[in-house]
């Protein structure tokens, strides 16, 4: 596992240029659980101090985004717009492409991105970003890839670290 502290120069050359900061949703936003009603209805659980450091992300003028693989829009929706989050792409079944629109229309490179991912259909965006994050527990080909390793566990606060971390480089 490849980790280096958020004190670092390079993290904090890297987090200085991030204008945008983009991450899944599942096991990254949340834990990772699936949760199902008895009528079958899909429930998430979203951590309120990563909702804080959202907010207080866009306060300073940035703007983030998810992109997700699974279809649980309606309910990605609600916490979406709750918190301003300017971009979501549910159900993306090519994260590359949904990413390169995200940037276009966003008008920021690779380089000044962020992404936060947890499995291995994040590692194509992890190796495009100017800051690659990866949860605590995120599996092993994501943690050997990115820049970063967050302290904190995805559904956990790990998502406030990161914009804790972004937020810090630019003072």
């Known amino acids: ?12 050359r890297s987090a200085k240029r991030i204008k945008l900061l983009l991450m899944d949703c599942d096991g990254v936003l949340t834990d990772g659980r699936l949760y199902f009603s008895e009528r079958g209805e899909e429930m998430k659980v979203f951590n309120v101090r990563d909702g804080q450091g959202i907010a207080m992300w866009h306060q300073a003028g940035f703007r983030s985004g998810i992109i997700t693989g699974r279809d649980a829009e309606a309910i990605i929706r609600k916490r979406v717009d709750e918190l301003g989050i300017h971009y979501l792409k549910a159900r993306s079944d ?15 490179t690779p380089a000044e991105t962020a992404f936060i991912g947890d499995d291995i259909g994040d590692l194509g965006l992890l190796g495009k970003v100017g800051l690659s994050v990866g949860v605590a527990d995120a599996v092993d080909e994501v943690l ?12 956990n606060g790990a998502v406030r670290e990161v914009t804790d971390l972004l937020l810090r480089s630019k003072m």
């Open 1 to 12: 596992m490849r980790e280096i502290a958020a004190g670092s120069v390079s993290i904090k």
């Open 144 to 155: 050997a890839s990115v820049m970063y390793v967050t302290k904190a566990r995805g559904g």
């Open 94 to 108: 090519d994260k590359i492409r949904d990413f390169e629109e995200i940037l276009a229309d966003a008008g920021v």
